[in-house]
């Protein structure tokens, strides 16, 4: 069976993407949907030049006619997050007394029994992966390099910011994915409010040392170390630390 004629074929939605700098092109949110600048009854046709990412507020106003289409071509030329080098902060909403963290298949839970701060992954005594519980929250913190060690992207207590450096940036449901080119994921991360997340892919760095995350191991590479399907229930400490 044939595809729509209005279905977007992948390779013209990735042109938009990194055109619109992974976000919509008003705000920076990186929750978006593709909208035509020009109607598509009008030019039936998914030129990607005459297209922008939408955030579901600003593509409502538009569609309602509460945004001029001169507006949203304005924007298109000069997008949202190219102007900062970076997206829009997005608030993940992260909450309750435990956390679960996924990272290469392996897994650990943190039960929280007062407001703390718990460091969940450790490089040379820097956390790299942290969760704080403060007044019935739970706010997380992580940075995903590549492996030349840049910044891929990074959670601050639960804002969301991303690199518009990469080659592309999708987030589609729950899932984040920032590849290097064609079938190449640098990162991939799994959202899982209230309480989890899944890191299936990505690098995580400090003091020269890496952690490799792959999808089902973690590679230790100054050690030639990998590890799988590591587990821990914890009420202290950190889960996993290496120098």
């Known amino acids: 069976m044939s595809k729509n004629k209005r279905d977007i074929p992948d390779p013209i939605k990735r042109q938009i993407r990194q055109r619109c700098g992974f976000g919509c092109v008003i705000c920076g ?87 703390e701060v718990v460091p969940l992954l450790v490089i040379k005594g820097c956390p790299v992966i942290e969760v704080k519980r403060q007044d019935g929250r739970l706010l997380l913190s992580l940075r995903i390099y590549d492996k030349q060690e840049n910044l891929l992207l990074e959670i601050v207590e639960n804002e969301l910011v991303f690199s518009v450096e990469s080659w592309d940036v999708e987030l589609v449901g729950r899932k984040l994915t920032i590849r290097g080119g064609s079938r190449f994921i640098l990162a991939q991360v799994e959202f899982y409010t209230p309480d989890a997340i899944m890191i299936t892919r ?42």
Request: glycine share 10%; aromatic share 14%.
């Open 202 to 243: 990505g690098v995580f760095a400090y003091g020269g040392s890496q952690v490799q995350v792959e999808s089902n191991s973690i590679f230790l590479e100054k050690y030639n170390v990998r590890l799988r399907n590591y587990g821990a229930r914890m009420n202290g400490g950190a889960a996993l630390s290496f120098d």
């Open 29 to 115: 949110l990186p929750l978006y949907e593709y909208e035509h600048i020009a109607e598509w009854s009008r030019v039936g046709c998914h030129d990607p030049v005459d297209m922008a990412l939408l955030c579901p507020t600003h593509h409502a106003e538009k569609t309602r006619g509460l945004l001029p289409a001169a507006d949203v071509k304005s924007a298109n030329e000069n997008p949202y997050n190219f102007r900062f080098g970076r997206s829009e902060a997005f608030p993940l909403r992260y909450s309750g007394s435990s956390c679960l963290v996924n990272v290469g298949g392996s897994r650990w839970r943190h039960y929280f029994s007062t407001d």
